[in-house]
Structure formats: structure tokens, C-alpha cells
């Protein structure tokens, strides 16, 4: 009888004739030539129901429950196709960790109140987004590779930089949909796109806001088609939105000195 239960659940975790995140993650890897791992996940803590779910690392007050690597940890990220069907074939619900940083998108993460407020005045501006991640507490814009140095250089002209604000870059890691962790499902609030939108009628298009996109655009394509000629998601560059984050982050409640996860 287990066997005939556990086959009807494999069954309903199935779209297409796959695993929902195991097609994520090959469209990660093999499409767009992300590095991903499988996350720790989620564990039973109470018997009660996903309302007592923790993570399934050792550590029982664990910040960022299922949503982070351990086994394999984040060196093991890569981009091979028969590497991802076995973790994912092997693990069909594990979240799907991307490496950040080298060529893979970096990341800016803030909030959720404070995201929805940025995108709202990024949109307002007229500046170009690319791939936005979303929990039910913290949102996550991914941009085009940085340095840790470019990074410093742009904090540096920042009068204040909350602590609320965090930059997942070279070395960092971001969860992406479709995945569950411990605040909840993960989703795309801007799903990717492998060409930038067009601008907002009436908004600037001006030659500034262009050339950072277009900065972020050849980082995030050069190199990254897969043997269809597919190219990876467009990722702005780093520059044309931190301001906007850095604002809304330090109008947040608190002023944005609370480190939510």
C-alpha cells in the first residue's frame, strides 16, 4: 500500500511528465547556463501540517529555513545537465539554488513592502527591469555580474545604506521559483525575459538609463546561448537601480534596519 500511495504523489507533483522544479532548474542550467544546486529544503518539525515545517539542516534556529545549500554545499553549483536530472530526479522537491556572482546573475534583495515600492518608482522612471524573485517577505532584483569593487564604489556615494538591504554577489546564493522555504512559496514577480520591455509611453529613455541596460544585457547574454540559440534572461545593470532600493529600503517601517528574512 506505501508503494501505491507514494506513486500517486510522484504522479501529482508531475507537469508535463516532470517534476515541476527539475524542469526549472534544466531551464536554469542547460538553457540560460546558471550555476544551481539543490537547497537544503524543508523537514517536518511538529506533525502538525506545513505550520510547523523547519529546515532539514542540523541547526534548529536556522535563519533562512530550506532556502539555503548544505549538502551539496554552494561549490558544487553547475550548469551540467546530467548533474541536475540526478539531484532533482533524486530530490524532485528541492528548492532551486542559484549560484550568484562570476557569469551568473547577482541580486539585490530587500523586504517585500520595500520591493513593491521600488518597482513602482523604478517603473515610474522608466527604468528597465530584469527577473524579480518574490517571498512572502523578501523581494529579490536580479541584475547583471558585479564586483565586489563596483559594488563599493556605489554604496560609497549612498549617504545611508539600510541594513535591510542585502547584495547577493560573487561567493552568495539566491532561491528561485518554483521553490518553497520556510517564509513560504517562492514566485517570479517579474518573470524573465530574454529581451528588455519597452519603456513606459511617456517615461525617459534617455541615453544614461540605455547604456547601463545595455551594459547589463551584454554581461548577462555574452557567451550564455544554449544549442537552440536560446540566450539567457536580460539583467540590468546594478547602477540603474540601487538608488531606487536604497530609498525605498530606508523609507521602509523601522527604517529599514530590520533584517527580515
Do not use: K
Amino acid at each position: 500500500m506505501r508503494e501505491i500511495l507514494g506513486r500517486r504523489r510522484r504522479l501529482r507533483f508531475r507537469r508535463g511528465g516532470r517534476p515541476a522544479r527539475l524542469d526549472a532548474a534544466l531551464t536554469c542550467a542547460t538553457t540560460w547556463r546558471w550555476p544551481v544546486l539543490p537547497g537544503v529544503g524543508l523537514a517536518a518539525a511538529g506533525g502538525r501540517g506545513d505550520r510547523d515545517r523547519g529546515c532539514a539542516c542540523p541547526d534548529p534556529e536556522c535563519a533562512v529555513p530550506g532556502a539555503h545549500p548544505f549538502d551539496p554545499g554552494l561549490l558544487a553549483a553547475t550548469t551540467d545537465e546530467r548533474m541536475v536530472r540526478w539531484w532533482w530526479t533524486n530530490r524532485p522537491a528541492a528548492p532551486i539554488v542559484l549560484a550568484t556572482g562570476g557569469r551568473a546573475p547577482c541580486a539585490l534583495s530587500l523586504p517585500a513592502v520595500a520591493g513593491a515600492r521600488a518597482l513602482a518608482e523604478l517603473d515610474r522612471m522608466g527604468v528597465r527591469l530584469g527577473p524579480v524573485v518574490a517571498t512572502p517577505t523578501r523581494w529579490s532584483l536580479l541584475v547583471a555580474p558585479y564586483t565586489l569593487e563596483r559594488l563599493g564604489e556605489l554604496l560609497y556615494a549612498q549617504d545611508r545604506v539600510p541594513s535591510s538591504l542585502r547584495f547577493h554577489s560573487e561567493g552568495g546564493y539566491l532561491v528561485l521559483p518554483p521553490s518553497e522555504a520556510g517564509a513560504g512559496p517562492v514566485r517570479w514577480e517579474r518573470a524573465p525575459a530574454a529581451d528588455p520591455p519597452a519603456p513606459p509611453r511617456g517615461s525617459r529613455s534617455s541615453s544614461d538609463n540605455s547604456r547601463s541596460s545595455s551594459r547589463g544585457l551584454r554581461s548577462s547574454s555574452r557567451g550564455e546561448g544554449s544549442a537552440s540559440g536560446a540566450v539567457a534572461p536580460w539583467l540590468p545593470d546594478v547602477g540603474a537601480v540601487l538608488e531606487a532600493l536604497v530609498e525605498a529600503s530606508s523609507s521602509a517601517p523601522g527604517g529599514g534596519s530590520r533584517l527580515a528574512y
